[in-house]
């Protein structure tokens, strides 16, 4: 079993919608968790991080963590084409710097 | 702020030769970089971590005498793949750490594509 499962997807959406994505993990140390979005070909971008539980919200993007069901969440609100990339989830412990990677969703936003 | 790149972009090579991928912080100073490998549809397999100055951190699995890396400095990382074959052909990317920076903060590069044919 991996450490952090995140559903591959596709997930395919029209434009204005909510994209809801998430990820579960097993290791009950992770204590940072980040969503980073990644463009074909290109290294990802940090698009939020939360440390422990709660919500994080940034513009169109809201963060959950819910650490008694070791379980993360990203949506995307008004979701636009250019949202359309693949969305990787990363945790890592308190005292380190390994970032444990998600698969990764592949996200479509139809015109 | 926070700029890493990486050169080259693309890279082809013949099976047995060796290639060399560097991975700069251009705004800056990094003591941990970061080397991820990335096959197609994939997510990212952390290869090693390197610190400035001293000896790189090898993932398990990860041969460390065919994948060099060298952090010579705050702001360069290399990683060199030895007598590349092609099942080498992967997406290497980078991701560089400012110094006393929160746990969470590693900016990554664009990667390298690499072919060995």
């Known amino acids: 079993q991996k450490e952090v499962e995140q559903d591959p997807g596709p997930l395919s959406v029209p434009e204005g919608a909510i994209v809801s994505l998430n990820c579960t993990y097993s290791?009950?140390?992770?204590?940072?968790f980040m969503w980073y979005r990644q463009y074909s070909r290109k290294g990802p971008e940090l698009l939020m991080y939360t440390y422990s539980s709660g919500n994080k919200e940034d513009g169109r993007f809201t963060a959950q963590v819910d650490k008694s069901s070791k379980y993360i969440s990203l949506f995307i609100r008004d979701s636009q084409p250019s949202d359309s990339a693949t969305y990787l989830c990363a945790m890592t412990q308190a005292a380190g710097n390994k970032l444990t990677f998600g698969g990764g969703t592949r996200v479509l936003v139809k015109p | 702020g926070a700029v890493v790149s990486q050169h080259p972009s693309w890279v082809i090579c013949k099976s047995g030769t060796s290639v060399k991928i560097e991975c700069r912080s251009l705004?800056?100073?990094?003591?941990?970089m970061f080397w991820y490998r990335q096959f197609p549809k994939q997510s990212l397999m952390l290869m090693a971590t390197?610190?400035?100055?001293?000896?790189?951190?090898?993932e398990q699995g990860v041969e460390k005498d065919k994948f060099l890396i060298n952090h010579a400095s705050l702001t360069l990382s290399t990683l060199t793949v030895t007598s590349a074959h092609p099942e080498d052909s992967s997406f290497y990317i980078c991701?560089?750490?400012?110094?006393?920076?929160?746990?969470?903060?590693?900016?990554f590069g664009p990667g390298t594509r690499l072919t060995v044919t």
């Open positions: 991701s560089a750490k400012p110094w006393a920076s929160g746990a969470y903060e590693q900016y």
């Open positions: 705004d800056f100073q990094a003591t941990t």
């Open positions: 290791n009950s140390a992770f204590q940072y």
């Open positions: 390197s610190n400035e100055g001293s000896k790189a951190t090898y």
